[in-house]
């Protein structure tokens, strides 16, 4: 498949950004994922950072105006492949509904599903991170099923708490630490999204395929 | 070890930030006025990047527990050491029970205290820098209290008084356009240049937020989440510009109309509320040229005060 129209150009004095015009797609994301992973690591680049359908390099603007950084860009998307990139697999146990999940019965109520239904698509359904971001280990998932999609709530919550699963307009993510949120919250995880002792200390990294698995006892 | 009496509005431990982790969501941190983080260091002998204490208005009260040299820059405050006066831009010498005090603030918002040695709280993720929304690094993830004990490092062998000018603050901040620039309307743009733009009372460590007339976006179209980084001025949908600092989340989706040079992030580091910015054009190579200046000034004192 042929990728679509790449841009290239600098963002301020440090960091030089390769951004695809085209919907956000998975075979798009992967040959970004291949193309950070080329890059990891070099000395002379601070950071790689994926977005959606993105990628933003930053350098020491003493050492480099960017030019080189651009052309390097430029030159290894030109050859970039997706298929070379082997992700990686995570299961995350969900407590759902109850005192874990406050909101699922409003996300039953606006899907017009039954709150074990919401349960048995959120949990038979394979999800990718395309990039993280946020917070320190929050993931951009990719594969809520369409039949979930719930607008954000009108009052967003002063306190979402860690570790919390939730649904916000045609996304699905988990809060790593506790913080301000308008998603709905359906369910808990006990797993440390972001641990600043493990390395890595995320959970998850771009690419990695999730499932979540629900818990016993969830109308506890 | 230095010991916090009263902690100031926030009092953080703060060095020159986190790198290499930004794709784990995990954000830079560090001094917001980093020019005034190296000079501290530097005044007291210490390399560039070791980390002190940022210090937001005052007032704020500690007690030296070993002999030493401090360093106070950025925000010029009344500052007193068992009541004989402090100079900022200096280093003295403290001696093991003496209090630093800080009063009134006369100019800027952030005072930068450097110590020989550093303050020596564990590195967490390469970096001492306070994550104050994530809750790790500088002292127990948080902004120091009242009867907090901070490890200094080892004492550095030092010399007499030597003092370094502070920069001059002025409310020009040098900014390139940005990726989105060209989807503004030209008044839009107009104003970004022209028009005194005002610091709220809601900014912080993540980022300054400013009021001024309301910048129209002419495009329609909804962004990609990107990554962003401090400079980086986003226009949300209500057209009152937010300049990112190091603080900010690592990636975002508003437009981005300009980024603020590098040389330039310190001056809104110590803008008040209130105070009246003006974005200034200018070009990548006056941007480098600047930042190699900033750099410069600082070399010049090392030459001049130790000779190499």
Request: glycine share 12%; with cysteine.
């Amino acid at each position: 498949m042929k990728p679509g129209e790449a841009r290239f150009y600098l963002l301020g004095e440090r960091a030089a950004v390769l951004a695809v015009d085209a919907p956000a797609e998975l075979a798009c994301q992967r040959r970004i994922w291949w193309l950070a992973n080329q890059l990891r690591g070099r000395t002379e680049l601070t950071d790689v950072v994926p977005g959606m359908n993105n990628l933003t390099v930053v350098f020491d603007p003493l050492a480099s105006d960017g030019t080189t950084v651009l052309a390097e860009l430029e030159q290894l998307w030109s050859g970039a492949d997706e298929a070379s990139f082997t992700p990686r697999e995570v299961l995350i146990p969900v407590r759902y509904g109850g005192a874990d999940g406050p909101d699922l019965d409003d996300v039953a109520r606006h899907t017009g599903l039954s709150p074990d239904e919401v349960i048995a698509r959120h949990s038979g359904a394979d999800y990718i991170v395309f990039f993280l971001g946020f917070q320190p280990g929050f993931a951009y998932l990719g594969g809520l099923p369409e039949a979930l999609a719930t607008p954000r709530r009108a009052e967003p919550r002063l306190a979402v708490p860690a570790g919390s699963v939730a649904i916000g307009g045609s996304q699905t993510g988990i809060y790593p630490a506790a913080a301000p949120g308008g998603w709905h919250l359906i369910g808990r995880t006990a797993l440390a999204l972001f641990d600043p002792r493990r390395d890595p200390p995320t959970l998850l990294l771009p690419g990695d395929r999730v499932r979540f698995a629900p818990e016993e006892a969830h109308h506890a | 070890m230095l010991e916090i009496l009263r902690p100031g509005v926030q009092t953080t431990v703060q060095d020159l930030g986190r790198h290499g982790l930004r794709h784990l969501g995990i954000g830079q941190g560090g001094a917001l006025d980093m020019p005034a983080l190296r000079m501290a260091n530097r005044l007291v002998g210490n390399p560039e990047g070791a980390a002190g204490l940022e210090i937001v208005l005052g007032p704020v009260q500690l007690r030296f527990l070993r002999d030493g040299w401090l360093a106070l820059t950025g925000a010029d405050f009344d500052a007193t050491l068992d009541g004989a006066p402090v100079w900022c831009g200096w280093r003295q010498a403290m001696r093991a029970g003496q209090v630093l005090q800080l009063r009134g603030c006369h100019h800027g918002m952030r005072a930068y205290l450097a110590v020989d040695g550093g303050i020596a709280v564990p590195e967490v993720l390469g970096a001492r820098a306070t994550d104050l929304a994530a809750g790790f690094g500088g002292f127990a993830g948080r902004a120091l209290q009242a009867g907090d004990r901070l490890p200094q490092g080892a004492a550095v062998a030092l010399e007499g008084r030597a003092g370094s000018r502070p920069p001059q603050w002025t409310p020009e901040i040098r900014a390139l356009p940005g990726p989105e620039y060209d989807e503004f309307s030209a008044a839009a743009q107009d104003a970004l240049w022209t028009r005194p733009w005002s610091v709220t009372p809601q900014s912080n460590r993540m980022g300054y937020r400013l009021a001024g007339p309301a910048l129209e976006r002419t495009a329609r179209h909804e962004l990609l989440s990107h990554g962003v980084l401090p400079g980086v001025v986003q226009v949300p949908p209500g057209g009152q510009p937010i300049v990112l600092l190091a603080d900010a989340q690592t990636s975002g989706g508003y437009p981005r109309i300009a980024t603020v040079i590098e040389a330039d992030l310190w001056k809104l580091a110590q803008a008040r509320p209130g105070a009246e910015l003006h974005f200034v054009p200018t070009t990548l190579a006056e941007a480098r040229h600047a930042l190699r200046q900033q750099r410069y000034h600082l070399n010049r004192f090392n030459w001049s005060a130790y000779g190499h």
